[in-house]
């Protein structure tokens, strides 16, 4: 297994030199999609060589995957609900219009029709009847043609109204069948979710007492940094020549500009000490609820969005020019390895996944590699985005 990683390493130079001789759109694509590929093989190699994961660490991972799946299925569902209560708005609206325009033209025929039978009872009959003028004759049959055409167009009008009226009606009581099947698929999803995060809870619980008994704690946060860190190797070195779009401001020119990517508190510092003072924070841990919405600091593309050990629900952005964000332990991943994100956008909620004890979201700067402090990068959120 050691061989393998080894070559799979000596390939990297390779494969970077390759990547520089092609850089249109279609290329970086593929090479986008081969990354999440590797990444996907490589994380299994890493798993394998790093300390075998046991069956509770597993069910940990199935759970908060689970987990992860169903929030974007509930917040797809969510979206959908919005727009179907959207239609059904737009389409009341439309029938309160049409059911006030059918009032008032149904009024005007009535009064037509009420005008045409008080001339027809007078002065009509009385033309032809009594034989007057021809020229005189003529001007009222042509007064009296208007007022028919008017009439028929009224009424031409009025039953155009009737028959959208009828449309509106009929997609007003479609939305209303599919406002309820969305509610209860929401309602089935909710339930599930519910289901699993109880077990997930139970499952925390147990991992939390293994490691207490075994002692192993400082074991398995090194395993975790050393995952951590040959990950984000492979990752520099593949994404070397991935260049950001020259429209986008450059990272390097926002040191102090930033925004943390969550409100909260920052209860662990960059450079702080760690399982009393063996190990050093890579990052800051900010504390927030379970839920919360995290935001992307700045413009990138994602490189990595996936279940990390010790990491949780790990998304990563590489920024362009070696620079990349991490943002660890969430409860759920709203972008996928290939997105472009914008600075600000939301791209996860708050959660404790990889065997966390609280709620909150683990952030570093990466520089070529090495870890920088987020704090000299980022200001405090003063509130919520929109």
């Given amino acids: 297994m050691q061989n393998l990683i080894i070559l799979f390493l000596a390939l990297l130079p390779a494969m970077a030199a390759q990547a520089e001789q092609s850089a249109s759109p279609e290329d970086i694509e593929a090479r986008l999609k081969a990354l999440e590929e590797e990444i996907s093989t490589y994380k299994k190699i890493l798993d394998s060589t790093q300390g075998q994961k046991s069956e509770i660490e597993e069910t940990l991972e199935r759970n908060e995957k689970g987990i992860n799946k169903l929030i974007n299925e ?150 975790d940094r050393g995952r951590l860190e040959e990950l984000l190797g492979k990752l520099q070195e593949s994404l070397a020549n991935l260049k950001a779009p020259g429209s986008s401001q450059p990272f390097a020119g926002m040191r102090g500009k930033l925004l943390l990517p969550v409100e909260g508190r920052i209860s662990h510092r960059f450079g702080n000490q760690r399982n009393q003072g063996k190990l050093k924070w890579h990052g800051i841990f900010i504390d927030a609820a379970e839920g919360e919405s995290v935001y992307a600091v700045h413009y990138g593309r994602v490189v990595f969005s996936d279940w990390l050990r010790g990491f949780g629900l790990l998304m990563i952005i590489s920024h362009g020019e070696g620079y990349m964000s991490l943002y660890g332990h969430n409860q759920a991943l709203f972008r996928e390895t290939g997105d472009w994100v914008s600075a600000g956008e939301k791209i996860a909620a708050v959660g404790d996944s990889g065997g966390q004890d609280k709620t909150g979201l683990y952030f570093e700067i990466r520089i070529d590699g090495k870890p920088n402090n987020p704090q000299n990068w980022c200001v405090a959120r003063e509130q919520r985005a929109a």
């Fill in 74 to 223: 509930i917040d797809t569902i969510e979206n959908e609900l919005d727009t179907t209560n959207d239609k059904i708005s737009s389409l009341t609206e439309e029938q309160k219009e049409l059911l006030t325009e059918k009032g008032e033209q149904q009024y005007y025929i009535e009064q037509q029709i009420r005008a045409a039978f008080e001339i027809g009872n007078q002065e009509y009959l009385k033309v032809l009847l009594n034989q007057e003028d021809p020229n005189e004759i003529a001007r009222m049959l042509t007064y009296y043609d208007y007022f028919n055409q008017a009439r028929s167009r009224q009424i031409e009008s009025y039953n155009l109204t009737l028959l959208d009226l009828d449309r509106v009606t009929q997609a007003l009581a479609e939305e209303t069948i599919v406002l309820e099947s969305q509610r209860r698929a929401l309602g089935t999803q909710q339930i599930s979710l519910a289901n699993i995060q109880k077990e997930k809870r139970k499952t925390l619980k147990a991992l939390i007492n293994q490691i207490s008994t075994a002692g192993s704690e400082l074991t398995r946060l090194e395993q």
